[in-house]
């Protein structure tokens, strides 16, 4: 049977890579338990903005939002129950410094801002990200990790939740049967018309 981090490590490398290195040593680190953190209530007053965020990359249209998959607590389990205490370190100054750019740029905590500026907010972070990633020089200590990293958790706690998985995604738990010999007129095209 195929687990949740084989299938994500897996899916990533059909991806291109998608995930980060971070992202993928936290799933694959996922099953120790040794040297984390023994309070678990680290982030408890983030978990607003970590829902706020992830419903803002995937809100709710025709189909439910990360806030409908409880995204924000999804991603407060991973940094409290999967890293260790220097990546909930380096994870707690970047949401630092996210909450330090954004007053800068924005003029107010991001939990203040409209639902169109923490879309515009999050739209310079994205093209900030990807301009990082293609060797482009971007302001340094902007929060682009904290972003980075909240955009990973958003797509990986969606989408292997039960709502992403079945309301979402095409969900078959049980594919049709195998034919291997049925009449081409039965089929009609091989391909799209």
Request: no cysteine; hydrophobic share 40%; net charge negative.
């Amino acid at each position: 049977m195929l687990n949740r981090r084989v299938f994500l490590k897996q899916m990533s490398m059909l991806l291109g890579g998608a995930l980060s290195a971070p992202a993928l040593l936290a799933l694959e680190n996922s099953h120790q338990l040794t040297g984390l953190v023994n309070d678990k209530t680290l982030f408890n007053d983030d978990i607003p903005l970590f829902t706020r965020i992830a419903n803002t990359i995937i809100p709710a249209t025709d189909t439910p939002g990360a806030a409908d998959a409880k995204v924000g607590n999804f991603v407060h389990d991973m940094v409290n129950q999967v890293f260790n205490q220097q990546q909930q370190l380096d994870f707690a100054n970047h949401l630092q410094l996210f909450r330090q750019r954004t007053k800068i740029q924005m003029g107010q905590d991001f939990m203040n801002l409209s639902a169109a500026q923490q879309q515009q907010w999050l739209t310079e972070l994205n093209q900030d990200m990807v301009h990082r990633r293609w060797g482009q020089p971007v302001e340094q200590d902007n929060g682009l990790d904290f972003f980075q990293t909240m955009k990973e958790f958003t797509i990986i706690g969606f989408f292997t939740s039960e709502i992403g998985a079945t309301k979402v995604l095409k969900y078959d738990p049980i594919p049709g049967s195998y034919k291997g010999s049925v009449p081409y007129k039965e089929i009609g095209r091989a391909w799209a018309e």
